[in-house]
T-cell receptor, first 116, second 114 residues
């Protein structure tokens, strides 16, 4: 079955530390990959996405992700986190759904806590 | 742009009653909308996809008679949880398709059935 795996469920970092959140997917076709962030009490917001082209994708707020096709991975990175990055992070893959279209298939999410 | 407004944000209802959740696209026409359910410490699970003017397509394992979805206009989709039970308590999120492979999300509804 198609799936999205996020290996880190809870991450605690100090401010200025570097961040890398893992994401692997199991889907054999062409993939569109996404990272979303959900701040406490807010809706999901798009951080970045990969459709094609340069596998290193830069997103908002200093985040970037690298698509490695051979590893079926799309890890999220940020060189220096801030307290305001405390949030839930979701990796997602756009896959065909029952409606004969596409829908997002999400990983279980990673809860990031950045301490001062 | 591409804002989706979801109401209510929180609702508490008695077991056996029905609850309606609304999802409106404020500044665009949402041809396709999605309804997700999010369990604590779990991923968002796609429940169903709806296209304006047609019946919703439900994912495997989702009871279509319990979770009624109506997408009667290009700006409004509703999810009605019928005869709600405590196990239906969850966080429900709507999403709309924007452009090609783009999505925007509502802020979610916390449903508690007592």
């Amino acid at each position: 079955a198609q799936s999205v795996s996020q290996h880190n469920h809870h991450v605690i970092l100090s401010e200025a530390a570097s961040l890398e959140l893992g994401c692997n997917y199991s889907y054999g076709g062409t993939v569109n990959l996404f990272w979303y962030v959900q701040y406490p009490g807010q809706h999901l917001q798009l951080l970045l996405k990969y459709f094609s082209g340069d596998p290193l994708v830069k997103g908002i707020k200093g985040f970037e992700a690298e698509f490695i096709k051979s590893k079926f991975s799309f890890n999220l990175r940020k060189p220096s986190v801030q307290w305001s990055d405390t949030a839930e992070y979701f990796c997602a893959v756009n896959v065909p759904n029952s409606n004969s279209g596409y829908a997002l298939n999400f990983g279980k999410g990673t809860s990031l806590l950045v301490t001062p | 742009g591409a804002v989706v407004s979801q109401h209510p944000s929180r609702v508490i209802c008695k077991s056996g009653t029905s609850v309606k959740i609304e999802c409106r696209s404020l500044d665009f026409q949402a041809t396709t909308m999605f309804w997700y359910r999010q369990f604590p410490k779990k991923s968002l699970m796609l429940m169903a996809t709806s296209n304006e003017g047609s019946k919703a397509t439900y994912e495997q394992g989702v009871e279509k008679d319990k979770f009624l979805i109506n997408h009667a206009s290009l700006t409004l989709s509703t999810l009605t949880v019928t005869s709600a039970h405590p196990e239906d308590s969850s966080f429900y999120i709507c999403s709309a398709s924007v452009g090609r492979h783009g999505y925007t999300f509502g802020s979610g509804t916390r449903l508690t059935v007592v």
